[in-house]
């Protein structure tokens, strides 16, 4: 339980997709970038989670730098499309987004869900974390999570609250693809530490490290 890898490792070629587009109208597919550069494509959690909301933020000033040494990013919101449409009009970001509240994406690239067990929730009981140091001391995962939606509030409409129930407990991943396709890198929440790994999110350094590897 405390070690957890992608199954979509690196060498493997990318599923494809389809979904609705977020932030333009329209659809996205992987193959609007196959031939035409190398991808970073991020999985998230629906918005109700603000971990990703967070990090779906960040990943807007570091999609800058990676456009800078020629890589585009993409990030899948597992939220409604009008939900999240709503939410980047008073949020806006310079990411190109896609929604995917069904999870296709995450299953595809085979992201873990781990199974709800009691022995599940006495580990996520038992990790702590302080988000990198954004919170005054490290907190049990979910009273972490609580703390950081306190820290940026988001009403919840049901539409959001059947996500979070049917999401719990999907980890979050990213890939970096190769402009044919094929993953070079691959990073999968809580893989390397466990639980305690949750909510925590690549740096700009890795990610460009990433990137500087790529035959572009």
């Known amino acids: 339980m405390t070690q957890m890898s992608p199954t979509l490792q690196a060498g493997q070629p990318a599923p494809d997709f389809t979904l609705p587009a977020i932030h333009r109208d329209g659809e996205i597919s992987l193959s609007d970038y196959r031939g035409r550069s190398p991808l970073l494509l991020a999985l998230f959690r629906g918005l109700y989670c603000p971990f990703c909301r967070r990090h779906i933020a960040a990943l807007g000033s570091t999609g800058d730098k990676l456009r800078g040494v020629g890589v585009e990013t993409l990030a899948i919101v597992a939220t409604r499309v009008d939900r999240a449409r709503l939410y980047f009009r008073h949020r806006p970001t310079r990411l190109a987004l896609a929604s995917d509240p069904d999870l296709t994406t995450f299953r595809a690239f085979q992201v873990p869900k781990p199974e709800v067990t009691p022995q599940l929730m006495e580990v996520l009981q038992a990790a702590r974390t302080d988000l990198g140091g954004e919170l005054p001391q490290k907190l049990p995962i979910m009273d972490a999570f609580q703390a950081a ?68």
């Open 149 to 216: 939606g306190e820290k940026d509030p988001y009403d919840l409409t049901p539409s959001d609250a059947e996500e979070k129930e049917k999401q719990f407990p999907q980890l979050v991943g990213q890939f970096l693809l190769d402009r044919h396709g094929i993953i070079r890198w691959a990073n999968i929440e809580a893989a390397a530490e466990g639980l305690t790994g949750i909510g925590k999110f690549p740096t700009d350094a890795e990610f460009l490290a990433a990137a500087a590897r790529l035959e572009k």
